[in-house]
Nanobody, 116 residues
Framework: QVQLVESGGGLRQPGESLRLSCVTS????????MGWYRQAPGKQRELVAR???????SYADFVKGRSTISRDNAKNTVYLQMNSLKPDDTAVYYC??????????WGQGTQVTVSS
């Protein structure tokens, strides 16, 4: 059983930053890719950023240039640094980990609210 536990969400004002963390119950190197997704009310869950086992990362266009996904292998933790937050970033953010193309795990989510 794999557990993913997110933290770091909260209320921020537009333009501020935050860092989300996702701690796994296994070595993150067991996963060939880990990612952050988000789901806003009434919308589908969408990919925000992901990082592959080899270290390559990719980002959705709506966060490109203002977000960084990273990991600490020793802490079994993946991070998502988000800067220049916008109200449209308001959503529940979920951590995702895949061991294969068809086997994936999700965290419980952490709420991010951007509002003045």
């Amino acid at each position: 059983q794999v557990q993913l536990v997110e933290s770091g969400g909260g209320l921020r004002q537009p333009g501020e930053s935050l860092r989300l963390s996702c701690v796994t119950s296994r070595s993150i190197l067991e996963f060939f890719v880990m990612g952050w997704y988000r789901q806003a009310p009434g919308k589908q869950r969408e990919l925000v950023a992901r990082i592959f086992r080899g270290g390559a990362a990719s980002y959705a266009d709506f966060v490109k240039g203002r977000s960084t996904i990273s990991r600490d292998n020793a802490k079994n933790t993946v991070y998502l640094q988000m800067n220049s937050l916008k109200p449209d970033d308001t959503a529940v953010y979920y951590c995702n980990a895949r061991t294969t193309l068809t086997t994936e795990y999700w965290g419980q989510g952490t709420q991010v609210t951007v509002s003045s």
